[in-house]
């Protein structure tokens, strides 16, 4: 065969060979338009940084919890007669029922002393959670307002102010309580009052740095130095500008700190130096049972289980509110 002929062949050969095509995909442009594709709702305004917040919060199961459980501690303190048929301020116990188990009418049983055990929890919330929630706010005026003179202004007013933060925030909160009750002015006067004041003195020292730290961050923001160059004053920008965007932490660190203040008052309550006996609190109805725990544990179980239960509350909230409050953990 000639070279000739060998060409001719293979040229037949490739012939025969399906032709290779490249198949292109295009939408039509009217059906996928790119102002639909890149459409942006700039008709809606941004939100703030409590909206967002907010938007975070209504889907977190613990956030949910942690409300409702609140709001039933709240309806029982602030209604007890709601929730029990007996009064135990005006019903006197009856030692017939000492240690005796559940009956009709009594759910949780009685105590040594004859007293109706769930009627004594429930009335016993009024004054743990006031002594919390008292606590809570006079921690964040003392606190809130040494934090932020110090971190706006800064200078010999926040050292001045930081050595004291560091004297009170030495003292541990219990035990500072317990050498001051001991005083005779305070001891003579065992009240509600009495204990949210003490419990004041030593625990507004971490609000105080928390409130300077997050007034350090935004004193330098761009929004703040604009309202002072349009002549806004010190005092004024740190009212309506620097404080309204350091709130976030506070607001985390307050919401967990009362439920430390409850458990503070409990404490100090079973050691017999808190609230008089004659007062129905978590605390005092704990320390009235350990004498017959080994017969009858009922009675100091279930204001345990009630202080256990509200403290949990609280500090699933803080952390619900911190992690929703916090831009770089949203992010991760």
């Known amino acids: 065969m000639t070279p000739d002929n060998t060409t001719t062949t293979a040229r037949h050969a490739d012939s025969r060979r399906p032709a290779r095509r490249t198949v292109h995909f295009v939408a ?119 934090g932020a003179v110090a971190g706006y202004y800064g200078g010999w007013i926040d050292s001045v102010l930081a050595r004291i933060n560091d004297i009170f925030f030495a003292l541990p909160l219990i035990l500072g309580a317990i050498v001051l009750m001991q005083l005779p002015m305070f001891r003579a006067n065992k009240t509600v009052w009495t204990l949210v004041l003490i419990l004041i003195i030593f625990g507004w020292p971490q609000i105080a740095r928390i409130t300077r730290g997050a007034v350090v961050e935004v004193r330098n923001a761009d929004f703040v130095t604009a309202a002072r160059s349009l002549g806004v004053s010190k005092f004024g920008a740190l009212m309506r500008h620097v404080l309204p965007n350091s709130l976030a932490p506070i607001i985390v660190v307050a919401t967990i700190s009362l439920g430390t203040f409850i458990v503070a008052e409990s404490t100090l309550s079973f050691l017999g130096i808190g609230l008089p006996a004659s007062v129905m609190s978590w605390g005092n109805d704990i320390d009235a049972a350990k004498a017959s725990l080994r017969s009858n544990p009922m009675p100091l179980i279930y204001p345990a289980i009630a202080l256990s239960i509200t403290v949990l509350s609280f500090i699933m909230l803080g952390d619900a509110l911190r992690d929703a409050l916090d831009p770089k953990a949203r992010k991760r």
């Open 28 to 146: 039509d442009v009217s059906e996928t338009p790119l102002q639909v594709t890149d459409r942006v709702k700039d008709e809606a305004a941004p939100l703030s940084l409590w909206g967002e917040a907010w938007k975070n919060l209504r889907k977190q199961p613990l956030f949910i919890i942690s409300v409702f459980l609140i709001l039933v501690v709240v309806a029982v303190s602030l209604f007890p007669g709601l929730f029990s048929p007996i009064d135990p301020t005006s019903e006197a116990c009856q030692l017939a029922n000492s240690d005796a188990g559940p009956a009709a009418g009594h759910p949780l049983g009685f105590t040594q002393l004859g007293c109706d055990v769930y009627a004594r929890v429930i009335f016993g919330t009024r004054s743990s959670v006031t002594v919390g929630l008292l606590t809570t706010i006079g921690v964040l005026l003392i606190g809130g307002i040494m």
